[in-house]
């Protein structure tokens, strides 16, 4: 079986500062990892995935993660982030076998202050 | 196309009454769910259909009853709530090996 903590459930910060969010992981097998982002008001998006190869990952809009099989995480960061970042992140990890569920983490809001 | 569509947006039901949510996607994904999402939480999932058939059920109560027609739609009846059942209910699909979940924006229930 597999586990995700979001060690933080809000990190607030300035406009244009830097984030990280915080995700570890448990499992007994092999995982792929994600990050899912929810704006308010609407339903889950993916933000990023990591599924195998290059351990560092980036999406569209400037947020990367790094796979770090020793330490058990997928932290996600931005170098600079905008009002419009504001939402909700989701860590998730989901094992190889076909009959593996995704798992969610707990969320972590992400609040921009101007 | 790339959108899981949800409707109603949102639905107000009493607890005797009988209403459904309904999801539909054209992506040709052969996977689909039921979470329901209460507030500040992660979604927790209900159902999963696998090629039209119900794969998983999370130990849903039986007043949560779902339906897959076809492989572009999916229902969710419900009959006689409970107040907690008030949450957000997010459909998602995704292809068979159901790597990545597409989602749609939500049904939001409020049982009184």
């Known amino acids: 079986a597999q586990s995700v903590t979001q060690l933080d459930s809000q990190v607030p910060v300035f406009e244009e500062a830097p984030v990280e969010l915080r995700c570890n992981y448990s499992?007994?097998?092999?995982?792929?990892l994600f990050w899912y982002v929810q704006y308010p008001n609407q339903g889950l998006q993916l933000l990023l995935k990591?599924?195998?190869?290059?351990?560092l990952v980036e999406s569209i809009n400037g947020f990367e993660a790094e796979f770090n099989k020793s330490q058990t995480s997928f932290h996600l960061r931005k170098p600079s982030v905008h009002i419009s970042d504001t939402a909700e992140y989701f860590c998730?990890?989901?094992?190889?076998?076909?009959?593996?569920?995704?798992?969610f983490g707990s969320g972590t809001r992400l609040s921009i202050r101007p | 196309d790339t959108e899981v569509t949800q409707t109603p947006k949102h639905l107000v039901m009493g607890m005797t009454n009988k209403k459904s949510l309904k999801c539909e996607q054209h992506?040709?994904?052969?996977?689909m769910y039921w979470y329901k999402q209460k507030a500040k939480k992660p979604p927790e999932l209900m159902f999963v259909?696998?090629?039209?058939?119900?794969?998983i059920n999370e130990s849903v109560p039986s007043r949560f009853s779902p339906e897959c027609p076809n492989s572009s739609l999916l229902n969710l009846h419900l009959h006689a709530l409970q107040p907690e059942d008030s949450a957000l209910y997010l459909c998602?699909?995704?292809?068979?090996?159901?790597?990545?979940?597409?989602f749609g924006a939500g049904s939001r229930l409020t049982v009184l």
């Open positions: 499992s007994s097998v092999s995982v792929y």
């Open positions: 998730a990890v989901k094992g190889y076998s076909s009959a593996s569920k995704i798992i």
């Open positions: 998602a699909s995704s292809q068979d090996k159901g790597l990545v979940l597409t």
């Open positions: 259909y696998s090629y039209e058939k119900l794969s």
């Open positions: 992506m040709g994904h052969r996977a």
């Open positions: 990591y599924l195998s190869g290059s351990t």
